[in-house]
């Protein structure tokens, strides 16, 4: 594989994803794309099945939940190389790279290990990299496989960019532009003025947005369970790889889930009940994928009365169109998101609330539970966070047009969920900075089969949000398919509000008249 395998026909940039593109093309053409391009819903079907033909053809995916093409290729490498001497017995010996699961550091491969229950010398080290040998027994490596999802500490395609090319199997590496002086500090720097925070050293960077959030879960767990604190409060259904660190018990600690995030009478209830025990509690704004916002400082109110934690996912909102941390502990980011733009880099951030009562605490323990970012991949960020602010402003004012395109259509959009819908903007504007700053997302709910609009509509379509680029995803498909696939599970949806028939729009920065239009000649007749 070559950088000339990627870009060319089909790709986009910033500005120019208002097209159909071909199936199988990464977004947005980069070697690093965290996206891809899965343009009609028979093959979202066919991807989300298994089904070897369409798989063939969509060969690339995000890249926690499918390898990226560059880790299969280092774990050939190591494999072909050898493992070190003491490997025990329950572990796969020899073979190809899909027995080897590459992560970001020693504390990832050790943490992995013990939560598959393999013996410690499944985890190795060579050339600098770690991992773990999956074991022939199929549960166990599904539990290895499942840590690195569900904790984002995969091995990031660009270290493994550098291997190979160390190694002399590629030519270059992908071209792009980074800050290489002090980037962390620069992204540091941005973030903190971003949130208000006094130090930027409060601000802990991650090797992706999941895992900011599943170290400060963990870390929080950590520092609760001296006092006996073991659970967690869920409120309503956030994404569901947060929901899978606690249920899963990935993070060791028990889960409690209020079904809706508005209802501050049973929130105060379970909260109650569980006197003593909660450690935490977790909400996004908006929630993800209903777009929903609680009550972000009644909520505060809540966890101080209860003396446990309050942790927030701001991704979608962004930090510059809310201000939650005066109310959390700890406000948690992807920036592979707006703050970025690219969709082409995976990183996170942890931002401490100096005035929480925990605030010594996390810095302490923060490190032991999550992983640094490869350092090309904090210069990719620093060179793109330096946007964010005005990408926000664009973003903000294309997804208000947007909006109000789609609530013309009556005929197709039975309801559009955003920040500022009925039930969640009195919410939404208790901690927004300022007027019409929706963020990027929209949750359509059609009247028609998504494949009467999702197949026409002719721009980026395929997993992850917050490109500069306009993106559209059949979010029930992509991130619930084992409910869509059950009665029982398309049940357990309709009760939460969702089903098959909903399109996620991730707004971006074109021109809003060009954004619109495409949405208007989809959701005409046919």
Not at 67 to 77: D, M, S
Not at 392 to 397: K, W
């Amino acid at each position: 594989m070559t950088l000339e395998t990627f870009g060319g026909p089909g790709a986009v940039g910033a500005g120019h994803g208002l097209r159909h593109i071909a199936a199988g093309r990464p977004v947005p053409g980069s070697v690093h794309s965290v996206s891809v391009s899965i343009p009609d819903v028979d093959s979202v079907i066919g991807y989300e099945s298994g089904d070897a033909a369409t798989r063939s053809r969509i060969s690339w995916g995000y890249p926690r939940f499918r390898t990226h093409p560059y880790v299969t290729r280092v774990a050939e490498l190591l494999v072909r190389e050898g493992v070190p001497d003491g490997v025990p017995a329950d572990v796969r010996g020899g073979g190809a790279g899909e027995g080897l699961v590459l992560v970001r550091s020693a504390r990832a491969s050790r943490a992995a290990v013990e939560y598959a229950g393999l013996s410690p010398g499944a985890a190795f080290e060579r050339r600098g990299l770690h991992g773990v040998r999956l074991p022939a027994d199929a549960v166990s490596a599904a539990r290895v496989r499942a840590y690195v999802q569900h904790t984002g500490s995969h091995l990031s395609s660009r270290e493994a960019e550098d291997v190979l090319l160390d190694a002399g199997l590629i030519d270059g590496r992908q071209a792009e532009a980074t800050m290489a002086d002090a980037p962390s500090d620069a992204v540091r720097a941005v973030l903190a003025t971003a949130y208000g925070v006094r130090e930027p050293a409060d601000v802990s960077l991650h090797n992706s947005g999941m895992n900011a959030v599943a170290a400060t879960i963990a870390a929080l767990s950590a520092i609760q369970r001296e006092s006996g604190r073991r659970r967690w409060l869920q409120l309503g259904w956030v994404f569901f790889d947060t929901v899978s660190l606690l249920e899963k018990r990935v993070v060791d600690a028990e889960l409690t889930t209020v079904a809706d995030p508005f209802d501050l009478a049973e929130i105060a209830r379970v909260v109650d009940a569980h006197a003593g025990e909660l450690a935490g509690i977790i909400a996004e704004v908006p929630s993800n994928p209903s777009l929903r916002t609680p009550d972000i400082p009644a909520l505060r109110e809540i966890a101080d009365r209860a003396g446990c934690a309050l942790v927030v996912d701001a991704t979608i909102a962004t930090p510059y169109n809310v201000d939650v941390l005066p109310h959390a502990d700890v406000v948690c980011e992807s920036l592979t998101k707006y703050a970025t733009g690219s969709a082409d880099v995976l990183m996170g951030a942890a931002v401490i609330s100096a005035d929480s009562s925990f605030a010594a605490d996390l810095r302490a323990e923060l490190p032991r539970h999550g992983d640094e970012p490869y350092h090309r991949d904090t210069a990719r960020v620093a060179a793109r966070i330096r946007d964010y602010a005005r990408r926000m402003d664009r973003v903000n004012a294309n997804t208000l047009a947007l909006a109000a395109c789609l609530e013309r259509h009556a005929r197709v959009v039975r309801h559009v969920g955003w920040a500022y819908d009925a039930r969640s903007a009195a919410n939404y504007r208790k901690i927004e900075r300022r007027c019409d700053a929706p963020g990027g997302l929209l949750l359509v709910d059609l009247k028609v089969p998504l494949e009467e609009v999702y197949d026409r509509l002719a721009v980026a379509k395929g997993p992850s949000f917050g490109a500069e680029f306009t993106m559209a995803s059949p979010q029930i498909f992509i991130a619930h398919y084992d409910l869509l696939a059950t009665e029982q599970g398309r049940a357990a949806l309709r009760a939460r509000g969702l089903h098959r028939d909903m399109l996620r729009i991730s707004v971006g920065t074109e021109e809003p008249e060009r954004i619109v239009e495409a949405f208007e000649r989809a959701l005409r007749p046919a």
